[in-house]
């Protein structure tokens, strides 16, 4: 069984990297803004199962909420929905600094996610 504990902090933490950091953390033939919407989306999804196990705290899943809905507000409107926006818009900066703090609350370090803990195949 995946360890959905893992892929969620794993996803905070790219989401949480400045735009030059996903960049380069990213495979070249990467759409930066794609690929990290995606990642976090998806391990939103496991989100119901670490809260009904109690493996993440109210506060974090608030973080974690606020990050999901100011990401979806972000795509829905056409001026912050480019790549360009993503950037260096600054709603797309306080989804980052929402995801930061989601992974303070959560006791869990600020850094990279390793490198092998993503699959963007």
Same mark, same amino acid.
């Given at each position: 069984?995946?360890?959905? !504990?893992?892929?969620?902090? $794993?996803?905070?933490?790219?989401? @949480?990297?400045?735009?030059?950091?996903?960049?380069? =953390?990213?495979?070249e !033939?990467? /759409? %930066?803004k794609d *690929?990290?919407?995606s990642v =976090?989306?998806?391990?939103?999804?496991?989100?119901?199962?670490?809260?009904d196990r109690q493996?993440?705290s109210? @506060?974090a899943? /608030?973080?974690?909420? &606020?990050? !999901?809905?100011?990401? *979806?507000? /972000?795509?829905? %409107?056409?001026?912050?929905?480019? $790549?360009? +926006?993503?950037a /260096? &818009?600054?709603?797309?900066?306080?989804v980052?600094?929402? +995801? %930061?703090?989601?992974?303070?609350?959560? @006791?869990?370090?600020?850094?990279?996610?390793?490198? *092998?803990? %993503? $699959?963007? $195949?």
């Amino acid at each position: 069984m995946l360890n959905q !504990y893992k892929i969620l902090v $794993d996803a905070l933490k790219l989401t @949480g990297l400045s735009f030059e950091k996903q960049k380069e =953390f990213l495979p070249e !033939y990467a /759409n %930066i803004k794609d *690929d990290v919407v995606s990642v =976090f989306v998806n391990a939103f999804y496991v989100l119901p199962q670490l809260m009904d196990r109690q493996e993440v705290s109210f @506060g974090a899943v /608030n973080k974690i909420l &606020h990050c !999901y809905v100011q990401m *979806d507000l /972000n795509l829905s %409107i056409e001026e912050r929905a480019s $790549d360009t +926006a993503f950037a /260096n &818009h600054k709603a797309w900066e306080q989804v980052r600094e929402l +995801a %930061i703090e989601a992974l303070k609350e959560m @006791g869990e370090p600020i850094e990279a996610p390793p490198v *092998d803990s %993503i $699959d963007f $195949d």
